[in-house]
Nanobody, 127 residues
Framework: QVQPVESGGGLVQAGGSLRLSCAVS????????MAWFRQAPGKERESVAA????????YYADTVKGRFTISRDNAKNTLYLQMNSLKPGDTAVYYC????????????????????WGQGTQVVVSP
């Protein structure tokens, strides 16, 4: 199985931006549908965004639509999450997940759809 590794988290003020990255070691990214999830303290993990193998199809949770952008660079084997206009409610541990997928256009946004998970990167948004 692929092992995703997240990076790019940190502390930012409300209204600021961060870009998260997810690399997959030892494998190419192209066979995998990818997604970002997050888990805030005391809450269940929730879907944030997802992207198809080709990158042409994306999904966003309503809470981040218009502020976050998911993208992938298959040549660099890296997934990204550009987060703009951050709010304190975005504070969470952000996880990258991967699923091998035959279709180039399908995407998945449910936790149970994914079998490979990273360790997470902490994002803290201060008021």
């Amino acid at each position: 199985q692929v092992q995703p590794v997240e990076s790019g988290g940190g502390l930012v003020q409300a209204g600021g931006s961060l870009r998260l990255s997810c690399a997959v070691s030892g494998r190419t990214l192209s066979p995998y549908t990818m997604a970002w999830f997050r888990q805030a303290p005391g809450k269940e993990r929730e879907s944030v965004a997802a992207i198809s193998r080709s990158g042409g199809q994306t999904y966003y949770a309503d809470t981040v639509k218009g502020r976050f952008t998911i993208s992938r660079d298959n040549a660099k084997n890296t997934l990204y999450l550009q987060m703009n206009s951050l709010k304190p409610g975005d504070t969470a541990v952000y996880y990258c997940a991967a699923r091998p997928t035959a279709s180039g256009t399908a995407y998945y946004s449910t936790q149970t759809d994914f079998s490979s998970w990273g360790q997470g990167t902490q994002v803290v948004v201060s008021p």
